[in-house]
């Protein structure tokens, strides 16, 4: 039997959508102010509201974690996404994913730093959060590769693990460098990161020679 449920309900649906995006993002200006180490109380100060109701609309610290991992996944997979879609070529394409991942580190190094080191979590994930955003990074670098291997008439099997790899090889970097910067500014950074992963890539994604007309007689 098909439930019809009440319109005030579904209303109430969408105002505790809209109140935990709400607190979702004063959880974020809070981790801005106070840092990664950011308790409750800042938080439910940071909204203008008690942590009673915090903990209505968040059933533990944990989801309100997660809730802050999926708006700074969503923010950093649009920016790199946006980054490779708009510049031109393999290699460029490289640059602007990693510059765009770096930008974001540098401009919120502490939310960063609170995603990746979890100070609100207190019980077992579900699902790794962090894990899930490299994932979808890799994804999207995974997508270009294979673009970039169809246009040369080229296997795109390995996109996949290439495109992993690169992500993977561009977070280690990046967690070093936000915890021991040691002078190197984030455009030096992005440019010997590119140099790294473009030396490998090239020799698989960009376009096969011309045959000499002469091999081809």
């Given amino acids: 039997m098909k439930v019809v449920r009440d319109k005030r309900t579904s209303r109430w649906d969408a105002h505790r959508r809209t109140r935990r ?3 979702t993002d004063a959880a974020i200006a809070a981790i801005r102010a106070h ?4 308790g409750m109380d800042e938080v439910a100060a940071s909204a203008g509201t008690s942590k009673t109701v915090v903990y209505r609309h968040f059933t533990d610290r944990t989801q309100l974690y997660v809730a802050v991992c999926a708006r700074v996944a969503e923010v950093l997979v649009g920016q790199v996404r946006a980054a490779m879609d708009h510049a031109d070529g393999p290699r460029a394409k490289t640059a602007a994913g990693i510059a765009a991942y770096l930008r974001l580190i540098e401009h919120d190094p502490e939310v960063y730093r609170f ?3 979890r100070p609100l979590v207190d019980r077992v994930l579900d699902a790794d959060p962090v ?3 490299v994932s979808l990074i890799g994804d999207e670098a ?6 970039q291997l169809r246009h040369t008439g080229s296997d795109t099997s390995a996109a ?3 495109g992993h790899g690169i992500v993977g090889l561009v977070r280690a970097a990046a967690d ?3 915890a021991r910067p040691a002078g190197i500014t984030r455009e030096v950074l992005a440019a010997q990161l590119t140099d790294l992963a473009w030396s490998g890539l090239s020799g698989v994604v960009a376009p096969r020679p011309a045959i000499p007309k002469e091999e081809l007689a």
């Fill in 35 to 38: 840092g990664a180490g950011v």
């Fill in 176 to 178: 070093n460098w936000l």
């Fill in 115 to 117: 995603v990746v080191h």
């Fill in 21 to 23: 995006a709400e607190l």
């Fill in 142 to 147: 995974a997508a270009v590769i294979a673009a």
């Fill in 160 to 162: 996949v693990p290439w």
């Fill in 131 to 133: 894990a899930d955003l």
